[in-house]
């Protein structure tokens, strides 16, 4: 049995790294995906962790299936394909520090996973099954990542939900609400930033839509300004927050997504520090 099982994008962030002796800009190969990235961070911190994704059989490939493999992650379900090309990502940097992305991904390995590729065991048998919403946007991704969902649900899982909104990936703004909320049925934990409220919740206030989302079937939300509870111990939600946000000061002091997730030493060692 699993602790988590995570289902989704997992794709090469080309990040970009300064300026070339020819004057031409430097992108530095990270592994990434947002839902990659939280099976490698439970994983760090001594978590049981399986993932569950499609990737080219290509060098980009081999690279994160080594880094799954390396960081301790479970990868009896990551499927090799021969047929596309591994998911990339382009990362640059405005002057103020706000990212702009540029995807390969017409299609790309992650948008491609079959619900006949899935192993049904892993999902029967895990706690908590984490997904992303970058699943959503096209088949058959789609229909595989909703077709996991009620199975893990089905058998008692917890159901945690990233809805990952990235403009460019979505046919319109209206599909992207459409297929966004598809899984707020089933989602017992769903993570959102403020400006995803209105996505999901049409609210775009972040309580109002943490009270939508709490009154629709959610156990715990949460926005990146606060977090709502009914049934959960406050000081016990209190310190799971401020191990995060320790967790999360140390991931920004490093480069790429993966290769920044710390350890759970390194993240008491931070609180100890700022207590």
């Known amino acids: 049995m699993f602790d988590l099982v995570a289902l989704g994008e997992m794709l090469v962030d080309f ?6 002796e020819n004057n031409q800009r430097l992108f530095e190969q990270n592994p990434g995906g947002a839902v990659a990235n939280v099976a ?3 994983s760090r911190l001594g978590i049981k962790t399986s993932f569950i994704g499609k990737v080219g059989n290509d ?3 081999a690279f994160l299936a080594s880094t799954l493999q390396n960081t301790g992650v479970n990868t009896d379900n990551l499927i090799i394909s021969d047929e596309v090309f591994t998911t990339l990502a382009f990362v640059a940097l405005s002057k103020n520090g706000e990212r702009a992305f540029s995807f390969a991904r017409k299609p790309g390995a992650d948008t491609c996973l079959k619900a006949e590729e899935i192993q049904t065991e892993l999902l029967s048998q895990c706690k908590i099954f984490h997904v992303g919403s970058l699943s959503l946007t096209d088949e058959p991704a789609r229909e595989a990542t909703l077709h996991a969902v009620k199975i893990a649900k089905s058998h008692g899982a917890v159901i945690s939900y990233d809805p990952n909104y990235r403009a460019m990936l979505w046919k319109g703004k209206s ?3 459409l297929h966004m909320r598809s899984i707020l049925q089933y989602a017992d934990l769903v993570k959102m930033s403020d400006e995803e409220t209105a996505m999901l919740t049409d609210c775009e206030d972040p309580q109002q839509a943490l009270q939508y989302l709490l009154s629709n079937g959610a156990r715990i939300a949460v926005v990146t300004l606060g977090v709502s509870i009914n049934d959960w111990n406050i000081d016990m939600l209190t310190e799971y927050i401020r191990f995060s946000n320790a967790a999360a000061a140390l991931c920004v002091t490093k480069r790429g997504a993966i290769p920044a997730m710390p350890t759970e030493e390194e993240i008491r060692s931070l609180i100890e520090k700022k207590q």
């Open 40 to 42: 490698c961070a439970a």
């Open 175 to 177: 599909d992207a609400m």
């Open 15 to 20: 990040t970009e790294l300064g300026i070339s």
């Open 59 to 61: 060098m980009q490939g």
